[in-house]
């Protein structure tokens, strides 16, 4: 079984700092990528930051210059920085993972999503 499990949200003020995390655990194989999505209440999932292994990082227009991403191992953090009332969402870890089937002997390459964690900022 593969899990991401996020941690690090929570209640801050406007021009404020949150680091959060995510962790991969299972049978992972390797990982391709991992990234942040986010949604607001009434609007769609988008995409936040994304860091392919071994490659560069890609950033959403609004948080460019205020969020910075980075991975060790299985983990993948987003440091966001001078926070806005309008970063306010759930955040989604995601993460493209090769996992390994031994009983099959077979890889198989999919995304997979963290349950998200609540970030709110206060004006």
């Known amino acids: 079984q593969v899990q991401l499990v996020e941690s690090g949200g929570g209640l801050v003020q406007a021009g404020g700092s949150l680091r959060l995390s995510c962790a991969a655990s299972?049978?992972?194989?390797?990982?391709?990528?991992m990234g942040w999505f986010r949604q607001a209440p009434g609007k769609q999932r988008e995409l936040v930051a994304t860091?392919?292994?071994?490659?560069s990082t890609n950033f959403a227009d609004s948080v460019k210059g205020r969020f910075t991403i980075s991975s060790a191992r299985n983990t993948v953090y987003l440091q966001m920085n001078s926070l806005k009332p309008e970063d306010t969402a759930v955040y989604y870890c995601?993460?493209?993972?090769?996992?390994?089937?031994?009983?099959?002997?077979?890889?198989?390459?999919?995304?997979?999503w963290g349950k998200g964690t609540l970030v709110t900022v206060s004006s």
């Open positions: 299972g049978n992972i194989f390797r990982i391709n990528a």
């Open positions: 995601n993460a493209n993972m090769e996992t390994y089937d031994a009983y099959s002997d077979h890889t198989t390459t999919r995304d997979y």
């Open positions: 860091i392919p292994s071994g490659g």
